[in-house]
Structure formats: C-alpha cells, structure tokens
C-alpha cells in the first residue's frame, strides 16, 4: 500500500467514535474546483442525507478569491482551501473529484494518484491519450482507482442498443452518427450571472487550448455511447477550424484559439463508418447519443424503426421528465429531480468501487479511447493524414 492509501478493509471495518460507539468508517470526499459542475455535480448532490451514511464531504478547493469558502459554508463542507496542494495533503480526503478546467485535469490527476487519492475525473480525464496511459498506469503503481466520466455505457438505453448489436438486430450496420454543437452554451448558463464569488464564473477556459472546444466537452457523450455501442474505432480522418475567432462573457472579449468547428470521419473495420462533429452551431443528433443505421433496423433520434427501444424501467424513466439517467443505479428519489445526476452517479460508482470493490465500467480506458479519437483528429486536420488508432477498452 503506497502513500496513505486506504485499502478495502479501511472503509468497510467499523471504527470507534470518541464515546467509544461503533460506526461505519466513511469515505472523505474532496471536490475540487466549486465552478458549474462542482456546484452542480458534486456538492448539490452530495450533501444531500441518502449518501450521508457512506460518503462526507470532507473538502472543497477552488483558487478563485472566497469561492471554496463560500461553498463550503452553502454545503456544510468540513474544510475549504485555495490551494490544491492543501486539500491533497488533508488525510481527511479520500477519493477527489476535478470539476476544474479539462486542461489542468492531467496535471491534478497525476498528483493526486501520487497523494495516494482516488480520483474522479470529470470528463475529459486529459487531453492527450499519452497523459491518459500515464494515468492508468500510475494509478496502478499507487493501488488507487480512476473513474473517468461520462457514464454513458451505465445508461440502459446504450446498455439495450449494444445487445441489440450484438445479438444482430440492426442487421449489418452500415454507419452511425454522433456530436454536438456548440453554440453560446457556456456563458449563458445561469450558476454564471451573479457577482458573488459562487455565481460569477467565468467559462472564457472552454474557449482556449488545451482542452476548450466542444469535442472535449460535448461530443464526448455521443462518443462515449457510440465506441461502447459498436467497440473501439480504427481510423480516423477530419477537418477542423475556429469559425467563432472571439467570444464575450459579461462584456469582456476573449480571443478563442481552440478549434470550435470538427467535422470527423471514423472507420470500425469491416466497412462500417460513423461521422462525428463538434460544431460551433447547429445539431444533426440528438445529444449523448448516436444514430446508428443497419440493414434490419436503425437506431434514429431516440426510436429503432420508429417505435421506442424497450429496457427494463422504461415507464419510469419517461415519467420521471430525465429519460434513462433516473434509472442509474445511486439515482434516486431527489436526485431524479436535480440537473446533473449522471456526474453524481460517476461519483457514486468510485465510492462503491472504493468501499465494496465493486469495479465501474466507467472505465480511464474507455476514457482514452475517445480521448485519442480527437486528438487523432487534430492531427489528422493538420496532416491532411488518415490517422490509424491503437487504443482498446473491455467491453461489457
Ligand atoms: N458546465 C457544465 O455544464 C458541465 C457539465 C458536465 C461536466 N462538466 C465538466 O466539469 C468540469 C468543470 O467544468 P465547469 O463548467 O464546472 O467549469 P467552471 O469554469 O464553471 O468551474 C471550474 C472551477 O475550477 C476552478 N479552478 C481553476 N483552476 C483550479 C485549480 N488549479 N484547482 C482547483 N480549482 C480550480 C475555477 O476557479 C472554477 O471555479 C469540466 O471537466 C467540464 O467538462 C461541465
């Protein structure tokens, strides 16, 4: 066991408390940025009472001047700080979720799984695939776990569409679509337009290098629903450009400088092609998911053959207004109602993996794949170059 690490038998042995009663160690967890998602995420959902006999909110940390200490009072969080490097070395925090900036994700990540923490990453978990082995293998090293979201393949939908493949109900599958667009999504979201260290947040990182644009950010979902769907992709083709030069937030022009604007061809052998976007406007797909299209059947805008995919809690998923995402095994009662339910499910699976090991199969590989898919991409916008992959991820 390396640098505090906790083991299995830590969290599921009873400990003592002062007056000598016995109860249930629980998992310290440290949030780290308390921006949009940390916010809405992690500590909205966290704090609540279901989770309080598993799991405490043991820290929060953000560098912006009063934004931890603000949201640790809002949250009832044992200990804020401004500096990453302090949360890391509170023994208190077990398990840390980034909810900061994608580009410094590699650089906290690493850290962290140094500090013996495991991590939650939001997505993505890096920017390049070389970063993500990085991770993977220290993570080992260090005897600590990774969960990288998006959770896409813990839908059941995505779950009931990769059976269907698998079990030949589209027949033979000729191509599949997937992305996002990006629009003028960030800066209008509401947890940004106040002027009190919690509700003024700037969102000018989604704009720049490395990690900003809507591959990173959005076409991640559908990526993620689309490779768990059909397995890894073999080669990669793209276009890829900057249509909007300059975004504003609150008045203030910020130069942009990364791409906005990709358009993807990828092959999965066998002469079965998908097309991926992330564009700066405008959408061809529903989002977090992909349109799939076989000789037998097709998968399009939520209906295979134009009638709805049946799994398991289907009713109950419509009646909730969320879709599959209230099924999601730790998504709950109040958790239904809340935005942002399947980033406290990603949670959720590293704290059962922590505290029961039970391992997610929301899995750093999976993470990678997708995570070399763009970045294949780039470069094969800047070569003019088919780009061949060479990452894997089990499957379920
Ligand atoms: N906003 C969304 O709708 C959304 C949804 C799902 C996932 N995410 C993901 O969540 C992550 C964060 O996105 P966001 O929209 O919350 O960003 P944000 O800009 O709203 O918040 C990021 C926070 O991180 C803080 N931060 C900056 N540097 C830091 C450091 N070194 N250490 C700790 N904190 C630091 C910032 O001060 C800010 O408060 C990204 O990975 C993003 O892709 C965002």
Not at 182 to 208: M, S, T, V
Not at 326 to 340: F, I, S, T
């Amino acid at each position: 066991m390396m640098h505090g690490a906790k083991s299995k038998s830590d969290f599921s042995m009873p400990d003592l408390n002062l007056k000598g009663e016995i109860r249930m160690r629980k998992i310290g967890i440290g949030v780290v940025g308390a921006g949009s998602i940390g916010i809405r995420g992690a500590l909205m959902h966290l704090s609540l009472p279901d989770v309080q006999d598993r799991i405490h909110l043991a820290a929060v940390c953000d560098p912006a001047p009063g934004r931890a200490q603000a949201a640790a009072e809002r949250f009832h969080v044992d200990r804020a700080y401004e500096s990453y490097e302090e949360l890391l070395k509170d023994d208190g925090v077990d398990i840390v979720t980034l909810g900061s900036p994608i580009g410094i994700h590699y650089e906290q990540g690493l850290q962290a799984i140094r500090a013996g923490k495991h991590v939650h990453f939001n997505k993505t978990m890096t920017v390049t695939s070389e970063e993500a082995t990085h991770l993977i293998e220290e993570a080992k090293r260090f005897m600590v776990k990774i969960v990288a979201s998006p959770g896409q393949m813990l839908r059941p939908i995505h779950r009931r569409l990769r059976e269907m493949a698998i079990n030949g109900e589209f027949g033979v599958i000729a191509w599949a679509a997937t992305g996002a667009g990006f629009g003028a999504y960030h800066e209008n979201e509401k947890c940004r337009q106040g002027d009190d260290p919690l509700g003024n947040i700037n969102p000018a990182w989604y704009w720049k290098k490395p990690g900003g644009g809507p591959l990173y950010d959005m076409t991640v979902y559908g990526l993620h629903a689309l490779t768990g769907i059909l397995g890894p992709a073999k080669r990669v083709t793209s276009f890829s450009g900057l249509a909007i030069k300059e975004r504003e937030f609150k008045g203030e022009r910020v130069e942009c400088d990364a791409d906005d604007n990709t358009m993807i061809l990828l092959d999965f052998g066998n002469n079965l092609f998908a097309f991926v976007y992330g564009a700066a406007v405008g959408s061809l797909t529903p989002f977090g998911t992909a349109n799939i299209y076989g000789t037998e059947g097709s998968y399009s805008n939520g209906l295979f053959n134009g009638e709805p995919v049946q799994y398991p809690g289907r009713e109950i998923a419509e009646a909730s207004g969320r879709g599959d995402v209230a099924l999601l095994p730790h998504v709950k009662g109040e958790h239904q109602k809340m935005e942002e339910a399947h980033i406290f499910e990603d949670i959720m699976q590293l704290v059962d993996w922590v505290a029961k090991d039970i391992p997610s199969i929301v899995s750093a590989e999976h993470a990678r794949h997708v995570i070399e898919i763009f970045e294949a991409a780039y470069r094969s916008a800047q070569t003019g170059m088919t780009q061949t992959l060479s990452t894997l991820f089990p499957l379920l």
